[in-house]
Nanobody, 125 residues
Framework: QVLLVESGGGLVQAGGSLSLSCEVS????????MGWFRQAPGKEREFVRA????????YVADSVKGRFTISRDNAKNTVNLQMNSLKPEDTAVYYC??????????????????WGQGTQVTVSS
């Protein structure tokens, strides 16, 4: 059974930074493309960032381009999301997800078979 556990959420003022981490167990981490999604109250879940199995390629949503960075450590089975210059509209529950799909842009939630329970990020104005 593949298990994803996020950590690092919290409350931050606009303009501040937060770092999220996701630890994966129960599977072969390097077999997964890893992604981060978020869901704000009353809105659909949306793609944030993804990273390829090797870490060489990354994918980014326009809304966070230049502010959020994704990285992975295949030795520690972790993926991280560094969020800088946070805005109130970044407030959401952030989810880590793992995909075994091949040859796609990885920005669609249906491509991801495994999900964490989410961590709350709140950005105050």
């Amino acid at each position: 059974q593949v298990l994803l556990v996020e950590s690092g959420g919290g409350l931050v003022q606009a303009g501040g930074s937060l770092s999220l981490s996701c630890e994966v167990s129960g599977g072969t981490f390097r077999d997964f493309v890893m992604g981060w999604f978020r869901q704000a109250p009353g809105k659909e879940r949306e793609f944030v960032r993804a990273i390829s199995r090797s870490g060489f390629s990354t994918y980014v949503a326009d809304s966070v381009k230049g502010r959020f960075t994704i990285s992975r450590d295949n030795a520690k089975n972790t993926v991280n999301l560094q969020m800088n210059s946070l805005k109130p509209e970044d407030t959401a529950v952030y989810y880590c997800a793992a995909s075994t799909a091949v040859g796609t842009s990885y920005d669609r939630s249906f491509l991801y078979a495994y999900w964490g329970q989410g961590t709350q990020v709140t950005v105050s104005s």
